[in-house]
């Protein structure tokens, strides 16, 4: 009896896991209700991910690319879909031994239909043109971080005829050039005079065989122009004009492996960060009508004070920072300012690029305005002032002359 017990605890604490090793949705890290969209870019991002020629020190990586290539066919086909829904991995693989099916693929011919390259990165094949691009960032977001979604038209392998150019999947040999791919062409160059020069087939493009059924959807043409989404992972105190790669997302082709698209990210100008419709200006750098400065990893700020409080003193000032936090700015009574003053407070700057925990500092410029007239009672609060200084000028010389 305890013999049984064990062996359907152990059969118990099995299942689980052989469920979740062939849950399709569990490996592309989405659910039961996920579009056909979210599983394309599922399939798309771990592809790259778990790539073999880019996990070369990791055995493991092999299987797990596998694995999404695997999840990826039975889940954008709409028919194994149901069937897989209905019946798990297990029916499936039973309806696909059925002759109903034609099982998976090599997964790296699938992958070299969405990024072109015989499915692999590198051994010396032809790579398509980078795309580089300008992104404009708020000086906020480069204090705070964060990620950040973008959109670019690129060229994409048509998914339709799986960047054969063809509906039916056939091509016949091109009757111009007998499927050569290039053709003699004689040029006379005087009476009775020719030269005989060899050209590309302008028929079939140089590859030696044309469709006789074109794709409906790319038109033949084996790509079509589409908008995809990326997202920017900007981190904290990243420097201006610095370039993020996004690898093998640039133009797609079956004749060539993907570039990479290249973004630069440039420090949008204070007179632009603002937009006047709303009352956030402070994640644009701005707090009560003057901007922040970035200068490497410091921050630069213009306080401005009135005559009364730079000869005076006895004042403070919340300074709200770039992510809302307060710095406290001021000076105990009798303590003067004079004009262009700089004070610099300890890290209340920028973020150090990858240094956690570490900032540079802020550095505060003080301008002291004068006022076109005074009432009494700055006048009487002024005086004083100056007669102290006064007074304690004369018994200075007295002393001096002694």
């Known amino acids: 009896m305890k013999f049984l017990f064990r ?4 059969l118990l604490s099995i299942i689980p896991l052989i469920l979740a090793a062939q849950d399709y949705y569990k490996i592309l890290g989405l659910d039961k209700s996920a579009s056909p969209k979210d599983i394309k870019r599922a399939y798309r991002t771990l592809s790259k991910k778990w790539h073999p020629d880019k996990n070369p020190d990791n055995p493991a990586a092999s299987d797990k690319f596998r694995e999404v290539a695997e999840a990826y066919e039975t889940l954008s086909d709409d028919e194994q879909r149901k069937i ?11 309806h696909q031994q059925g002759g109903q099916g034609g099982g998976h693929h090599d997964p790296f011919d699938l992958f070299s239909r969405f990024f072109g390259g015989g499915g692999h990165f590198h051994g010396g094949q032809r790579r398509g043109p980078n795309m580089e691009l300008n992104m404009p960032i708020s000086l906020h977001d480069f204090y705070t971080g964060g990620q950040r979604e973008f959109q670019i038209e690129k060229q ?40 005989q020069m060899q050209t590309i087939c302008n028929k079939c493009n140089g590859q030696g065989h044309v469709i006789s059924k074109p794709c409906k959807i790319c038109g033949g043409a084996k790509v079509k122009k589409d908008t995809v989404t990326l997202k920017l992972d900007l981190e904290k105190g990243t420097p201006n004009h610095a370039q993020m790669v996004f690898e093998n997302e640039g133009d797609e082709s079956p004749d060539w492996v993907a570039g990479d698209v290249l973004i630069n990210v440039i420090q949008m100008e204070a007179t632009g960060e603002v937009d006047p419709t709303n009352d956030e200006e402070v994640k644009h750098g701005k707090t009560d009508g003057m901007f922040f400065r970035r200068k490497g990893n410091d921050l630069y700020w213009k306080e401005v004070l009135g005559l009364r409080e730079a000869l005076l003193g006895d004042w403070t000032r919340n300074l709200t920072h770039l992510d809302g936090h307060v710095v406290k700015l001021g000076k105990k009574k009798g303590i003067t300012v004079q004009p262009n ?17 570490e900032f540079g500092d802020l550095v505060v410029e003080y301008e002291v305005i004068l006022p076109d007239l005074m009432d009494s009672g700055m006048r009487k609060d002024l005086q004083e002032v100056f007669d102290k200084w006064h007074k304690k000028k004369g018994e200075k010389l007295v002393k001096d002359e002694l």
Request: charged share 25%; aromatic share 6%.
């Open 7 to 10: 062996s359907l605890l152990i």
């Open 84 to 94: 897989y829904d209905r019946y798990g991995a297990e029916g499936l693989k039973k």
């Open 156 to 195: 994409q392998i048509c998914e339709h005829c799986e960047g054969s150019g063809s509906a039916d999947g056939h091509t016949e040999t091109c009757a111009e050039c007998s499927g050569r791919g290039v053709k003699l062409v004689k040029h006379m160059l005087a009476p009775g005079i020719f030269q």
């Open 341 to 357: 003053f700089v004070e610099r407070i300890k890290g209340e700057g920028m973020p150090i690029y990858q240094k956690d925990g």
